[in-house]
């Protein structure tokens, strides 16, 4: 019994001893955690955040669940919207024992920041830097909590685009969160087949006044585009918008997209915001980051309201710095459970001999990168939705609200989301929907664009500055009478001018242009050329006999077409003389050899079957052959005289009448038409035939006919040859395809060869019309519609 109680008490102090040691080997979590925050505090995004920031960590420390034991500190530095000063405050928490730094809100100082975080490995997660250029991926110890101006920038150009417009102008504060956001918006646009046609940077600082923007204000008037994109700061914004209303440039035809910049000063100031500075933007359209609606986010929303007593509003960058501090909590917390330490150690890199920087204070967090691993892996469901990050380091399914300046507030007109474009159903309802792709969720609803009119702005009118439309019109050298240049001036003439200018005059307004033409003059333009020179922008327009084809549709826009046209053949014939044999070319000479075979079998038969029975066909054998012969020839014009007895002849007698009835009909038709119709006979029926032969082809230089041979038919290239004028047809189609420079046949476009044969009679067209398109005007920027 003595030995039982030995060996309990041996085992309680192996225990205890054990626990001890493991107890040794995990560290203790710290009293207290520090975080940094770097933003301008007096600024529409900065009041937000700081209560914000403030009421998250009050919310951390209040759940008992995370970081047990351990208390949240945030210490907020003020940058006062100065680089510098955010600087100096971000290297002064690097002095500090803080594991991670909030902010900053400006773009410029985050780039500055970025590259400190990275050499002393502190986690630096902005709720407000936009600009699309701050890569987590150049920056490992950066990251976005909020939306990337990219994404802000494609949903302008999908709204551009949506409407039809191919044209803005974009006014942008001149520092790396304008620049890089209208490069953006740049990119995006190109992408649609859009562009910015004038960009008006604004010097950032405080030295913009009414004088300032009222003169490049002027300066857009007298341009062609009506879509202005405002990408500035709120101050600026305010100014340009009430210089614009003076300017009454809020009113019918313009159109006006400011970025976020807006709908966050409207959400957070809508109610001490005076009803003047909404009479100077009626009509705006506006982007806001979208933030899905939750019992969390409205519950959320009532305590904000009584902690501001109303006179603050919560934007979507304040629930951006909410759950960016429940981010670096959850992440602390996850740290600390894998046995993460809080320490730090000096930098070596930062030695430098003389001065009084104190940089030898500033230190490296020893576990930054795995407090940065915990950030990244985190997946929770705040304020602004699902905080999640991809791949590229970025929030998961980036979505923004369309909202409308209406009266004193704003209205929701729709929704743009990464994954779907724009749609008027909330971004997570098109995420759950199988059938997100639909068409009808691609759309707005009805906007109110300046000047009360809810009809949609055309976008674009013609400038007052001196500019006019350049119209490519080719220097054709054959055919000149669809168009040609008349000579010693910059004028054309023929039926597509005549054409381009009756449907000018239908036009309620006028439309400046300018002809130019295009071409040597030598030989006939590349028709492609001249389409791709309208596509890449050198020429406004193109007028002209210029085929539509897929190709080209790819790349410009055609009016509806005013002449139809396709491809036919062309090739030359030979008369057939009647001649003193023609008697004979009714048949041929097979047709010919079978009738008289079948005649004398047919006397043959009758002779087997009456011989016996009629005396008619007995004699002596000459006698008899002579029969046979005579009967069967004189059938062919029922002539015969012998009769025929017996059933069978009768019934073989009958049925040759009618066969022989049926020659004589034949062969009197057949020579009636040899004796009265001209006859023409040509090497080729169509253009099959050309596709089975190996012999040359002739086509129009500059003609699409061409690409269409080689690339749709098949046809080698070395079988064409170039032909400019109406008379190189007359040659090569006299030489032939035997002969050097000589070709079977022409192929191109209908109206030519009409134009052709009306004074050529020797060639004739062959075949069917094989392919079916017409021609029209070509504009790539989709203003000039013209044709009825």
Known sequence: MNTVWILLLFSLQLADSTLGLLNMNVPSRPDVVN?????????????????AIQEAVNDVNSDSSLLPETKLVVHMQNSNCSGFQGLLGALKFMETEVVAVIGPQSSVVAHMISHIANELQRPLLSFAATDPTLSSLQFPFFLRTTQSDFHQMAAIADIVDYYGWRQVVAIFIDD????????????????????ISSKIGIPPGSGLNRNNVMDFLVRIQLSESRIIVVHVHPNMGFLIFSVAHYLQMMNDGYVWIATDWLSSVLDTLSIVT????YDTMQGVLVLRQYTPDSDRKKAFLSRWSNLTGGSLGLNSY???AYDTVWLVARAVNLFLNRGGVISFKKDPNLRFGGGNLGLNAMRVFNGGSLLMNCILESNFTGL?????FGPDRSLIRPAFDVINVIGNGVRRVGYWSYHSGLSTQPPEMIYTNENNNSNSEHKLFSVIWPGQTTEKPRGWVFPNNGKLLRIGVPRRVSYREFVSQVHGTDKFKGFC????????NLLPYPVPYEFIPFGDGKENPSYQELVNLVATG???AAVGDIAIVTNRTKIVDFTQPYASSGLVVTTSFKKLNSGAWAFLQPFSP????????????IGVVIWILEHRLNDEFRGTPTEQFITIVWFSLSTLFFAHRESTVSTLGRAVLLIWLFVVLIINSSYTAGLTSILTVQHLSSPIKGIEDLKRSNDRIGYQVGSFAQHYLIDELGIPKSRLIELGKPEDYVRALQLGPKKEGGVIAVVDERPYVDLFLSTHCKFRVVGHEFTKSGWGFVSISSRIYIGY
Not at 176 to 195: H, T, V
Not at 274 to 277: A, N, T
Request: hydrophobic share 50%; charged share 20%.
């Open 590 to 601: 097979l047709m010919w050899a079978v009738t008289a075979s079948f005649f004398l079998l």
């Open 176 to 195: 790396d969160f304008g620049r890089n956001g209208i490069s953006a918006l740049d990119d995006s646009l190109a992408a649609k087949r859009c562009k």
């Open 538 to 540: 050198h020429f406004d």
């Open 35 to 51: 975080v940094g925050a770097v933003f301008t505090f007096d600024s529409s995004i900065g009041r937000v955040a700081k209560l």
């Open 274 to 277: 005076p009803s003047e500075s």
């Open 497 to 504: 001018i005549e054409v381009f200018q009756a449907a000018l």
């Open 318 to 320: 304040g629930l951006y």
């Open 384 to 388: 602004s939705g699902q905080v999640e």
